[in-house]
């Protein structure tokens, strides 16, 4: 089955250490997105990639970084300058970032910092 | 810039009971509107959409109309069922559609009891 695979579902950092979450997607979709989630809000973009090698700032992209080496794969790192890291991250993708590509979404990694 | 309001929650409701979660957007140019559905540990899936003014979106006995006059895309379900217990998030894009112009609202978490 066709879908995004985001991993780790949790995980736990130390405050000041970088860390690198996981996205993976099998539907040959050419656009990548990721977001922040925070209880009671919506959803806030990060970064995005349309195509391979080419990635753009969102909303919030102070404090991390992304790569697009491969269409498959957009890893999200949240360096340590990110003031508050502690939220769930989901990961999404479409055909194209063009006219009304539906976003299909991962599961999310849950990322606790302390 | 574009905004989207969400009803409050958390709204509980027993099954059979009918569904209405209000949403409200403010935008410069003819957005598109979209409803998300989040369950439990899972990333967002599309539940409907609207491409321009007076049309309805419908998926799996939810349906929301795009009201130009009022700015709003109310989401309605005749009778609920336990499975629809989730977060449903309202969203807007103000480029055509394109995904990564998504605004999105806070969400709103409805609980259905037996």
């Known amino acids: 089955d066709g879908g995004i695979t985001q991993s780790p579902k949790y995980l736990f950092r130390k405050e000041g250490q970088n860390v690198t979450l996981s996205c993976e997607q099998n539907l040959n979709h050419d656009a990548m997105y990721w977001y922040r989630q925070d209880p009671g809000q919506g959803l806030r973009l990060i970064y995005y990639?349309?195509?391979?090698?080419?990635?753009q700032k969102g909303d919030i992209a102070e404090g991390y970084s992304v790569s697009r080496e491969k269409k498959e794969s957009f890893p999200l790192t949240v360096t340590s300058a990110q003031k508050n890291p502690t939220a769930f991250y989901l990961c999404?993708?479409?055909?194209?970032?063009?006219?009304?590509?539906?976003?299909?979404f991962g599961n999310g990694t849950r990322l606790t910092v302390t | 810039g574009d905004s989207v309001t969400q009803m409050e929650g958390p709204v509980t409701l027993s099954e059979e009971a009918f569904l209405t979660i209000n949403c409200t957007y403010t935008a410069t140019g003819y957005p598109s509107l979209f409803w998300y559905v989040q369950y439990p540990g899972e990333g967002l899936q599309l539940l409907l959409k609207?491409?321009?003014?007076?049309d309805k979106g419908s998926n799996k006995g939810f349906e929301a109309t795009y009201r130009k006059e009022t700015t709003s895309f109310h989401l309605e379900k005749g009778s609920v069922q336990v499975s629809d217990s989730a977060v449903y998030f309202c969203?807007?894009?103000?480029?055509?559609?394109?995904?990564?112009?998504?605004?999105f609202g806070s969400g709103t978490q409805l609980t259905v009891l037996p």
């Open positions: 609207a491409t321009k003014a007076d």
């Open positions: 999404a993708s479409s055909a194209s970032g063009a006219d009304n590509s539906p976003l299909h």
């Open positions: 990639s349309q195509i391979v090698n080419d990635f």
């Open positions: 969203a807007l894009s103000d480029r055509g559609g394109s995904a990564r112009q998504l605004t």
